[in-house]
């Protein structure tokens, strides 16, 4: 059986579902932001998905990990 949606079209409330989008950086930051995740043993993706969801906890003014 083939899947009819492709995975970055799903919906948001299905467990797993990403949204892809591009996003420019300077090429400065890219690399910072490459070799800070290589420091974490992460994916540059999954680098930047931990500080985005780590800035959103912070500005509700949560920060349970």
Do not use: C
Not at 14 to 22: D, I, V
């Amino acid at each position: 059986m083939t899947d009819p949606e492709p995975r970055a079209q799903r919906s948001e409330e299905e467990p797993g579902a990403r949204k892809a989008f591009l996003v420019r950086l300077p090429p400065a930051l890219l690399e910072e932001l490459r070799g800070w995740a290589a420091q974490e043993v992460r994916s540059l993706n999954g680098h930047i998905e931990y500080l985005l969801r780590d800035a959103v906890r912070r500005r509700r003014g949560r920060d349970d990990r």
